[in-house]
């Protein structure tokens, strides 16, 4: 959906310098964009780029000039750009209804907007909000609640009475409300505690391909409004996790733990059972945290440290072979000095 | 499915201390139960959480006391929580059999008392057991096997020729009999060796969402009666897992190990290919067992080390930095001393 | 499917001692083997087996000899042994066409020669080549295209757009394109950067079971020729693996990276975002390169070392308490004897 330059510098509050009637097609990256497209410089360090740039026009920050581009001026170019793609985009596709090959339970009550594809399956009693879309293979259990412009890809699946907000996304083969991982011993065996729980996922949440939110044993396990997570990551029953906080990849929290606002989880971290993490904690890729943490930290490692200190004992790592051999040595010349002194 | 407390004493072999015919709806949280619900406390530290318990019964260990609830008393109060939970869920659904829009292949066998969901598949030769329940979304490939009262959650996926055990329960996005991964270098890449094995699920398996067991290379990979997996566990071709066995959350073992019974592999640990892991052996989160592990150990880590140890090791590791640099300085002060020895 | 020893040798190139018109059935190891059945020996510490062995052929290296059993004699046994079960394993099942079922858009555009199972979906505008093979609960959105004699199982996804060659298989529930994880700040929370890349398979290139790889944010995510991903494996957004390359289990591949071709990467190893590696690399199991690597390297350990010192530093490691007490007492008795030699 092209665009006039005005009429992207008016959606993102930005200065227009250059021509206002420029018409802009696509966004692309600033070494392959070409006439009719924007791109944008939002880091430094790509600035010398821009002399080179085929581009038509550029977003970029304050103070930056590039002879011959027209250029937005945006206070976040970053943010700016991601707000023109999304526009030039063009908006989702409108509500297709229920498509042929979509099965739908009769009790279920569907918003006349909504989109289920061919392959997609509704259970009993199941409430979709307005422009929700469920593509194929997407299977909703019975009493499921999922709001309002949700977008639930292939083969993502919500279990029984598990609740979604508005403008949730699931990526392919997301799975929201498995039974969270509860065995009783026995003395034998396990013997399976019912998972009666649900899971809610507060609006703005978007869930990764392959990842698992586990229902809660009883109760809920919750993830906040406007939280990420990324592909193949593990929330265990009972968790909760806060507003706006950010999960890489690989990453997971154990049941019943507690992780505040503005947390970011780096690939492939963990936290263990039962702990509280603060508001504002990022801990690092493959971090590990086996306790709690107080809030506004950065910290890597298994144990944790902060970050700075983790880096300093990582980097000493890699000498701790030759540090035992030096110990070793100098056991022995001081040992050898004692005998000299006490000699004397 | 409300029950009288006389009815749930029996049902868990407890001593009654109260009301016989109270009727009980709902198991709750000790923090959350209100009236008409039973609570139980299994760890001790939350004893005094019955002071202001609102349930009107609690589950407790012999020798606790509760003025004004009433009691049962079992020897394994977690247990006994976990039975009375199953109880008044009440039995599972009934066999609806094959419903409208599940694709069923003709030469199917499947019992008449097996629920197979819309958008379920089965294919040639596949053998079904009563009591089966097949949610949307799961494919059954060609002859394989299932036993009775087993449960596969939307998107479970069985391939062709594997078998399932009695009970066995499939979380969602399940993937059992995935081609293992081998391949022959030939020169310049890889020549993938087709892989021709199958996967036996014994009774009481429980395989958690978007977790993987490879079919074998030739002959089987087998996990053992009453073994329970989490989410996201890989579990490599012709890999055989003992009875009883726990693998949590985004552990993996590699292909042709061999692990024990009763063994227990924490969240994101691992074990190599072609490994021997004893009985009763518990591998702490992210330990990685790259040999043979002995029989009856708690061990962490990579390389694994004893727990204890592993622990005073890693409260070790952040000091580090510190240590070598205070080993530099005593090779100074040990250097200085030397000469002033020498020179005297 | 049969087959005469004089068949094989000609189909491996091998060298055939014994008696040519032997009918083999099946491929099977060596321990398990029986008449009818051709084993291998790859690894030379299992040729004692030979003595015991069942079987009525076996492929062996050159220089080994085995009395009473028929050999093909191949310069790579393992080669061989791979190429001789897939001709006994028979050819692929031929086209089936749509089958009953099967939900295809009109607008696709489907060799005559391919199979769509029951409850595959094929959205609009989708090409498929010859001998391609749709599992049930395979979904492939609009615009995709998939090359020939390709294998997609159950619940594996294509997305939007994206490209697949020839002889590429997905294992279940593969997810090809999803979203890459991507928002800018926006201050308070997270704006989704829309992904309109796609992901491009190369030729024979294989995707685990529940294995990602997200589409770009712009341009392409791409997968060179020939590699395999293992099950759970994570490929980020604009990431780029080179041809012939092998992810092992549970690895991840973060955002933009690149990877040179004839690399290995171990169970659970990672890799960090805009990081490039060069080919002829191996990391080792839970390795995780943080910065750029060097061709033809082996590394292991978080931070990355060579192999052999990273092995040296790992068994350092458990000594760490015990060096730090040392460390203590040296300085102490470093101490006295400063003030006993100040002192004379």
Redesign the interface.
């Known amino acids: 959906m092209p665009a006039a330059l005005k009429q992207l510098a008016e959606l993102i509050g930005a200065d227009l310098r250059g021509n206002p009637d420029l018409v802009i097609h696509r ?3 600033i070494d ?1 964009a070409q006439a009719g497209d924007i791109t944008f410089v939002a880091n430094p360090k790509y600035l010398s780029k821009l002399e080179t740039c085929q581009a038509s026009a550029v977003i970029v920050a304050p103070g930056v000039d590039a002879p011959g581009l027209n250029l937005l001026i945006a206070a ?1 170019p ?2 700016a ?3 023109i ?2 526009f030039l ?1 063009g908006p989702a596709e409108s509500g297709k209804g229920v498509m042929p ?1 979509a ?1 739908v339970a009769d009790s279920a009550d569907l918003a006349d907007s909504v989109t289920v ?3 997609a ?1 509704v ?1 009993e009693n199941v409430k979709i909000g307005a422009g929700t879309i469920l ?3 997407v ?1 909703v ?1 019975a009493d499921a609640v999922i709001g309002s412009d949700c977008l639930l ?3 993502a ?1 919500v ?1 029984e009475g598990c609740r979604l907000g508005s403008r949730v ?1 699931l ?3 997301a ?1 929201i409300g ?2 969270g ?1 509860g ?4 003395g ?7 998972q ?1 729980g649900i899971v809610v996922l507060e609006d ?1 949440v ?1 869930i ?5 939110v ?1 229902r809660a044993a ?2 809920e396990t919750r993830i906040g409004r ?1 939280t ?1 997570l ?3 990551v ?1 929330i ?1 029953h009972n968790a909760e996790i806060g ?2 906080s ?1 999960l ?3 990453s ?1 929290i ?1 049941g019943s733990s507690r992780i505040g606002r503005h947390c970011t989880f780096g ?2 971290s ?1 936290v ?1 059972g039962h702990v509280t993490i603060g508001d504002n904690v990022t801990i690092g ?2 971090g ?1 945290a ?1 306790g709690n943490v107080e809030p506004n930290q950065v910290l890597s ?3 944790l ?1 902060p970050h700075k ?1 983790w880096l ?10 030759e ?2 051999k ?2 070793q040595q ?2 022995k ?2 040992a050898e ?2 005998v ?2 006490k000699e ?1």
């Open positions: 966004v692309y990256p392959q976040n970053y943010l750009f991601a707000k793609l999304t985009q090959g099965l594809y061919p392959g399956v259970g593509h194929p293979g299977v259990y890809h292939a083969g699946i279990r996304i990526q392919p083969a799975v498995a039974d991982f065995f009783a011993p026995d034998a065996g396990y013997y399976k505690i019912p009666v703005d978007e990764g391909a392959c990842s698992c586990d009883l109760g406007g990420k990324d592909n193949l593990q265990g507003e706006d950010i890489v990849s690989q997971g154990a690939g492939q963990a263990a890729a493959r590990g086996s490692g298994l144990p440290l200190q300093r004992m990582s980097m000493t790592l890699p000498k701790l072979p540090m035992r030096e110990l100098l056991k010349r001081l000095l004692e000299l002194v004397n």
